[in-house]
């Protein structure tokens, strides 16, 4: 049975070869991925074709309703989705872990472009396709992301694809002294969190805790997978990021900024180099990661879309559920995204309440 056995190192380095290589690679899909994701088990199915692998799915695994658990194999499977044949084995090899953990759903989410055609196919195989309808509560990632081609040889000769704003701020900070480096140093990460807590703040957003950014860091700590990018201006973090290479991307996973001297641009001066970087190790696409609105009044989509203005949004063709287990499933999919609206108003009244300045006191009379 092609389950994964951990304690078989030669067949735990050719698993990690073939999704570090394959032309479907995605990071969420690598071994280290199951280190950051805390209080979930990873486990990994694949397929063999004359005793070398040609498709894989690895899964994160957690218990969410009592004694069942839930099956999620983040932009998977490693193999050509347009071959269902493939998917659907991979999928039978992943029943045996479904009936181990008790599972209620397999849920996966390829990173590909919508294709209504290919959805239907899915549909007529059983399984529940979710896109339409749905919104950033509904669904585990984003269905839209930004999504930059690299398509130019050099920064420069790319830049002109950029809106006119965007080349302009791009140069504004270079002008103004604002510099970019990077690291994979615990001390740039304690620069990075810092920083991602003043987003939090500002942005009404739930963020993640400190040991989660560690356990990212440690898991990629022996090679340039991953790197934390610091904009300084005068020696003061203004703009950080983590960014990770991984197969023919450079993905732009988490960011974060300052309140201060936003008026040097220092988040496009990091953008810029995070651009070059991929541009360096030969990257097809700079993944500026999701989006909710696709609106310019909305500053995160404003922003990346200056950068992708060529490209525009890319939509993700949305979440795959194999489920097992029919009455949990409904619930789970009517109870989680009415928690997460909950949990996200709470986020934001009590943002509010952080940033709600102090009432001063009246002067009294006669004081100066």
């Known amino acids: 049975m092609p389950i994964l056995n951990h304690s078989d190192l030669k067949k735990v380095e050719e698993y990690q070869n073939f999704v570090r290589t394959s032309p479907y690679a995605n990071a969420t899909q690598d071994?280290?991925?199951?280190?950051?994701?805390?209080?979930?088990?990873?486990?990994?199915?694949?397929?063999?074709?004359?005793?070398?692998?040609?498709?894989?799915?690895?899964?994160?695994i957690r218990r969410v309703l009592g004694n069942f658990s839930l099956m999620y194999a983040p932009r998977a499977p490693i193999c050509d989705f347009h071959d269902k044949e493939m998917v659907k084995r991979l999928l039978e090899e992943a029943k045996p872990l479904a009936k181990k953990y008790h599972a209620f759903l397999l849920r996966f989410d390829p990173e590909l472009p919508r294709l209504p055609e290919l959805e239907e196919e899915y549909r007529q195989m059983g399984l529940r396709v979710r896109n339409d309808g749905c919104d950033k509560f509904d669904l585990i990632?984003?269905?839209?992301?930004?999504?930059?081609?690299?398509?130019?040889?050099?920064?420069?000769?790319?830049?002109?694809?950029?809106?006119?704003?965007?080349?302009?701020?791009?140069?504004?900070?270079?002008?103004?002294?604002?510099?970019?480096?990077w690291s994979r140093s615990e001390e740039d990460l304690?620069?990075?969190?810092?920083?991602?807590?003043?987003?939090?703040?500002?942005?009404?957003i739930g963020h993640r805790p400190y040991e989660y950014f560690k356990r990212m860091?440690?898991?990629?700590?022996?090679?340039?997978?991953?790197r934390i990018y610091i904009a300084e201006h005068e020696g003061e973090a203004l703009s950080g990021a983590i960014c990770i290479h991984y197969g023919n991307k450079t993905w732009y996973i988490y960011g974060a900024s300052s309140n201060n001297k936003r008026n040097l641009m220092p988040n496009y001066a990091m953008q810029a180099e995070m651009?070059?970087?991929?541009?360096?190790?030969?990257s097809e696409i700079y993944d500026f990661g999701g989006v909710f609105i696709l609106d310019k009044t909305n500053g995160l989509y404003k922003f990346k879309e200056g950068f992708c203005r060529r490209e525009g949004a890319t939509e993700f063709i949305g979440e795959f559920d194999?489920?097992?287990n029919p009455l949990l499933y409904t619930g789970?999919?009517?109870?989680?995204?009415?928690?997460?609206?909950?949990?996200?108003?709470?986020?934001?009244?009590e943002d509010r309440k952080v940033q709600q300045p102090k009432q001063q006191e009246p002067k009294k009379e006669n004081q100066a």
């Open 322 to 324: 194999q489920v097992y």
């Open 31 to 60: 071994l280290a991925w199951e280190k950051v994701k805390e209080g979930w088990t990873g486990e990994q199915v694949y397929l063999e074709e004359n005793g070398k692998i040609v498709a894989a799915m690895s899964l994160i």
């Open 217 to 226: 860091l440690h898991a990629y700590e022996n090679s340039d997978l991953l």
């Open 275 to 282: 651009i070059k970087w991929g541009i360096e190790n030969g």
């Open 141 to 181: 990632q984003p269905r839209y992301n930004m999504i930059l081609k690299l398509d130019e040889p050099t920064f420069e000769e790319l830049m002109p694809h950029f809106s006119e704003k965007t080349r302009y701020n791009i140069r504004l900070s270079a002008r103004k002294g604002v510099t970019v480096h």
């Open 332 to 349: 789970f999919a009517k109870i989680l995204p009415q928690i997460q609206r909950l949990r996200a108003k709470k986020n934001h009244h």
């Open 190 to 204: 304690k620069k990075f969190f810092e920083l991602y807590e003043i987003t939090a703040v500002r942005d009404h």
